[in-house]
């Protein structure tokens, strides 16, 4: 074993892995780990230009003689071994004589250290375990690489981030999480830790986490090296912050995002989309965006409208502008084997391909393939085309679905990108997909760039991606998930979130019971960083069956507006629309926090109040920006609500007037027209007017 420094980089020879740890950053370490000759330089999410720092490595010399051994003490022989120290700003990585790492705060803090079982230099640790901190292990017949690394686990720890899982855990301590993306879970492997620190597991490859009692294991299925970063700070802001400096950060929220977003499976029609931007300002009702969305086209693959639905889009387009509302187009990645671009992309090599059998990834309305967004050419391509069919209509903005993308089945071992195998590389997808029209409408001058995107990981916010939860279910128990999914997208570096209000899947729009659903995930939806109306409303034939030139259409699912859902809901839904509209220049502060910080928009209490050890356990609650706490209703027939209002402030509830003393648990009424919000200290909005 072999420890030495090459400038500010401090290495490790242990055979046959060589393990490099660099200062990056403000406060923060890269540690990557290869049994190849030649490290792997993909630098996957940490690719931001790295801010040079005061670092220094430090060699120590340690007494290696065993103290069990007295012939030893008694010759008076000792054996040497040395230690070193990697210093970065508040963060100190420490290397034992063995090869293994721990980390420290500056105040000598222990932060997480690499989990061993093996015999070290003091012997407190048997040779017949044989646990190692970290393991490479070569796949047969490959020139792959399955890898484990293992950390401590401390009892006093919670785990915040990691993306969007659909379950109800905010603290991702005890929980098993698989490193892969699919609709409705979005793995962005970046976590803050109560204990102090940030860690990102930068590897886009297929993989688990295990945030269990007795220690922390992630792995990858199939890889070419180890590759994380660590940093630290004395606030979660602090945390994301350098986090953010060295993945990227979200560009500052476009005015129209910040408005209302009409949306609903699906406008079938050139006529239906006018008909209801039209009925929509004729009530005066305030909208930014109503969104056309799939099959729109002709072919899955033309990127572009289907003239017979929609015989003069630029009319319409434009139509819509004058009334102050953007259109927003679906692109899917699938390219369907019949469609005009098949063939060249296909020729190309834009297209994702199978290791076995035919190359078709999903069969889903026709037989197709997903394009092949980790291949720059193909990023181009496809964002050429849109550029041609949309873009010319005066379209600048992109609902980007099934990005995870959605395999069917999700079979990673039997598809290749043009990054790699899918195994290794799959999770990089949706930032590559979100990358090609960032960066196509950027060499095209544009300014206010912002695209809809159902998947993310880390380092998508730099490319004004907007990530939305998925296909979810119409159920208070799937509104409480997505509850915690967006606010640990936010503490994983993701600040612009979204979910379809009232869910996607199930919906029956003459349901009392989805009503008040409704009205309740609508009335948060106020609160969210997009606010933004979707979902395929049931049942879907209940209406007449379209059909041209003989073959049926998709149909049109039923009506998704405001008006749509009696006069009670109407009424109240109204009342959220211009709430939202109040609440303007807030958001637009809120937003510029994010692009300059990286702080979340929507945050859980601890994010503002760390010091406050109960806030680290509230999870129903959180806080929009620094000064409103939101408590969304979500149980059925329920009229109150009990909510934590976090130490050091005071709270005012934005219904009632009632100011409360921080540190308290408090009964608030929650009729159905009210989602309890309270300002913090002195800070006032015309909210319930």
Same mark, same amino acid.
């Given at each position: 074993?072999?420890?030495?420094?090459?400038?500010?980089?401090?290495?490790?020879?242990?055979?046959?892995?060589?393990?490099?740890?660099?200062?990056?950053?403000?406060?923060?370490?890269?540690?990557?780990?290869?049994?190849?000759?030649?490290?792997?330089?993909?630098?996957?999410?940490?690719?931001?230009?790295?801010?040079?720092?005061?670092?220094?490595?430090?060699?120590?010399?340690?007494?290696?003689?065993?103290?069990?051994?007295?012939?030893?003490?008694?010759?008076?022989?000792?054996?040497?071994?040395?230690?070193?120290?990697?210093?970065?700003?508040?963060?100190?990585?420490?290397?034992?004589?063995?090869?293994?790492?721990?980390?420290?705060?500056?105040? +000598?803090?222990?932060?997480?250290?690499? /989990?061993?079982?093996?015999?070290?230099?003091?012997?407190? /640790?048997?040779?017949?375990?044989?646990?190692? +901190?970290?393991?490479?292990?070569?796949?047969?017949?490959?020139?792959?690489?399955?890898?484990?690394?293992?950390?401590?686990?401390?009892?006093?720890?919670?785990?915040?981030?990691?993306?969007?899982?659909?379950?109800?855990?905010?603290?991702?301590?005890?929980?098993?999480? *698989?490193?892969?993306?699919?609709?409705?879970?979005?793995?962005?492997?970046?976590?803050?830790?109560?204990?102090?620190?940030?860690?990102?597991?930068?590897?886009?490859?297929?993989?688990?986490?295990?945030?269990?009692?007795?220690?922390?294991?992630?792995?990858?299925?199939?890889?070419?090296?180890?590759?994380?970063?660590?940093?630290?700070?004395?606030?979660?802001?602090?945390?994301?912050?350098?986090?953010?400096?060295?993945?990227?950060?979200?560009?500052?929220?476009?005015?129209?995002?910040?408005?209302?977003?009409?949306?609903?499976?699906?406008?079938?029609?050139?006529?239906?989309?006018?008909?209801?931007?039209?009925?929509?300002?004729?009530?005066?009702?305030?909208?930014?965006?109503?969104?056309?969305?799939?099959?729109?086209?002709?072919?899955?693959?033309?990127?572009?409208?289907?003239?017979?639905?929609?015989?003069?889009?630029?009319?319409?387009?434009?139509?819509?502008?004058?009334?102050?509302?953007?259109?927003?187009?679906?692109?899917?990645?699938?390219?369907?084997?019949?469609?005009?671009?098949?063939?060249?992309?296909?020729?190309?090599?834009?297209?994702?391909?199978?290791?076995?059998?035919?190359?078709?990834?999903?069969?889903?309305?026709?037989?197709?393939?997903?394009?092949?967004?980790?291949?720059?050419?193909?990023?181009?391509?496809?964002?050429?085309?849109?550029?041609?069919?949309?873009?010319?209509?005066?379209?600048?903005? /992109?609902?980007?679905?099934?990005?995870?993308?959605?395999?069917?089945?999700?079979?990673?071992?039997?598809?290749?990108?043009?990054?790699?195998?899918?195994?290794?590389?799959?999770?990089?997808?949706?930032? +590559?997909?979100?990358?090609?029209?960032?960066?196509?409408?950027?060499?095209?001058?544009?300014?206010?760039?912002?695209?809809?995107?159902?998947?993310?990981?880390?380092?998508?916010?730099?490319?004004?991606?907007?990530?939305?939860?998925?296909?979810?279910?119409?159920?208070?128990?799937?509104?409480?998930?997505?509850?915690?999914?967006?606010?640990?997208?936010?503490?994983?570096?993701?600040?612009?979130?979204?979910?379809?209000?009232?869910?996607?899947?199930?919906?029956?729009?003459?349901?009392?019971?989805?009503?008040?659903?409704?009205?309740?995930?609508?009335?948060?939806?106020?609160?969210?960083?997009?606010?933004?109306?979707?979902? *395929?409303?049931?049942?879907? /034939?209940?209406?007449?069956?379209?059909?041209?030139?003989?073959?049926?259409?998709?149909?049109?699912?039923?009506?998704?507006?405001?008006?749509?859902?009696?006069?009670?809901?109407?009424?109240?839904?109204?009342?959220?629309?211009?709430?939202?509209?109040?609440?303007?220049?807030?958001?637009?502060?809120?937003?510029?926090?994010?692009?300059?910080?990286?702080?979340?928009?929507?945050?859980?209490?601890?994010?503002?109040?760390?010091?406050?050890?109960?806030?680290?356990?509230?999870?129903?609650?959180?806080?929009?920006?620094?000064?409103?706490?939101?408590?969304?209703?979500?149980?059925?027939?329920?009229?109150?609500?009990?909510?934590?209002?976090?130490?050091?402030?005071?709270?005012?509830?934005?219904?009632?007037?009632?100011?409360?003393?921080?540190?308290?648990?408090?009964?608030?009424?929650?009729?159905?027209?009210?989602?309890?919000?309270?300002?913090?200290?002195?800070?006032?909005?015309?909210?319930?007017?």
């Amino acid at each position: 074993m072999e420890i030495c420094r090459q400038g500010t980089r401090l290495i490790i020879r242990r055979h046959p892995m060589t393990i490099w740890l660099d200062p990056w950053g403000p406060n923060g370490i890269r540690v990557r780990a290869s049994c190849e000759k030649k490290m792997d330089e993909h630098d996957w999410a940490l690719t931001e230009p790295v801010e040079e720092t005061e670092s220094s490595i430090v060699f120590r010399e340690v007494d290696m003689t065993d103290p069990w051994n007295k012939a030893s003490e008694d010759s008076g022989k000792h054996s040497t071994g040395t230690e070193a120290d990697l210093i970065n700003g508040k963060i100190r990585a420490s290397v034992s004589p063995e090869g293994w790492i721990s980390f420290f705060d500056d105040k +000598g803090n222990i932060l997480t250290q690499e /989990y061993w079982r093996t015999r070290d230099h003091l012997n407190r /640790y048997t040779v017949p375990l044989r646990v190692e +901190g970290r393991e490479m292990k070569s796949i047969p017949g490959t020139d792959a690489w399955q890898l484990t690394a293992r950390f401590e686990a401390y009892d006093d720890e919670q785990i915040f981030g990691m993306g969007q899982y659909q379950d109800a855990q905010l603290d991702k301590k005890g929980c098993i999480l *698989e490193l892969a993306h699919r609709n409705s879970q979005a793995s962005v492997p970046f976590y803050v830790s109560s204990r102090g620190y940030g860690f990102l597991w930068n590897n886009p490859a297929v993989g688990q986490v295990v945030f269990g009692n007795n220690r922390t294991e992630w792995s990858a299925k199939s890889t070419r090296k180890l590759d994380y970063y660590i940093t630290c700070g004395d606030t979660p802001g602090e945390i994301l912050y350098a986090y953010t400096a060295v993945t990227g950060r979200t560009p500052m929220m476009p005015e129209y995002g910040m408005g209302y977003w009409q949306c609903k499976l699906r406008y079938r029609t050139q006529d239906e989309v006018l008909k209801v931007a039209r009925e929509h300002k004729r009530r005066g009702l305030p909208m930014d965006v109503i969104v056309v969305d799939f099959f729109h086209w002709t072919r899955q693959g033309d990127y572009r409208f289907d003239p017979r639905c929609f015989p003069d889009p630029k009319a319409m387009v434009d139509e819509l502008r004058s009334m102050g509302i953007r259109t927003v187009v679906s692109v899917w990645p699938t390219v369907d084997e019949k469609s005009e671009n098949y063939g060249v992309m296909r020729e190309k090599g834009y297209l994702i391909r199978a290791e076995r059998g035919p190359d078709n990834t999903t069969t889903w309305m026709g037989a197709s393939c997903f394009y092949d967004a980790t291949n720059p050419d193909a990023q181009r391509f496809v964002w050429e085309k849109c550029r041609e069919n949309y873009g010319s209509l005066g379209i600048e903005n /992109y609902w980007l679905d099934e990005a995870e993308p959605e395999y069917g089945p999700y079979d990673f071992d039997n598809y290749r990108y043009d990054a790699g195998p899918a195994l290794q590389v799959t999770n990089v997808y949706p930032v +590559g997909y979100a990358r090609g029209f960032y960066e196509g409408q950027k060499a095209d001058g544009k300014e206010d760039i912002l695209s809809l995107i159902r998947c993310a990981w880390a380092g998508s916010q730099k490319y004004a991606a907007l990530t939305w939860s998925g296909d979810v279910h119409s159920s208070f128990r799937s509104m409480r998930e997505q509850l915690q999914a967006g606010l640990s997208m936010g503490m994983a570096g993701i600040p612009w979130w979204t979910c379809d209000l009232g869910g996607f899947l199930c919906g029956v729009g003459d349901d009392p019971h989805f009503r008040e659903l409704l009205v309740r995930w609508f009335a948060w939806g106020a609160f969210l960083p997009v606010f933004r109306m979707h979902g *395929e409303r049931q049942p879907w /034939y209940d209406r007449e069956i379209a059909y041209i030139d003989g073959v049926e259409q998709l149909t049109s699912g039923q009506d998704n507006e405001v008006w749509s859902f009696g006069e009670e809901a109407y009424q109240i839904m109204t009342q959220y629309l211009f709430m939202r509209e109040r609440m303007r220049d807030y958001i637009r502060s809120v937003m510029d926090e994010a692009h300059r910080t990286g702080a979340p928009v929507m945050r859980p209490l601890f994010f503002e109040f760390p010091h406050d050890r109960k806030s680290w356990h509230a999870a129903d609650v959180y806080l929009f920006g620094s000064k409103l706490l939101v408590a969304p209703v979500m149980e059925e027939n329920v009229r109150e609500r009990r909510v934590y209002l976090p130490s050091g402030a005071q709270w005012t509830d934005a219904y009632t007037g009632v100011t409360y003393t921080g540190g308290e648990e408090v009964t608030v009424p929650a009729p159905l027209d009210v989602i309890p919000v309270f300002f913090r200290d002195d800070f006032r909005l015309p909210l319930y007017k």
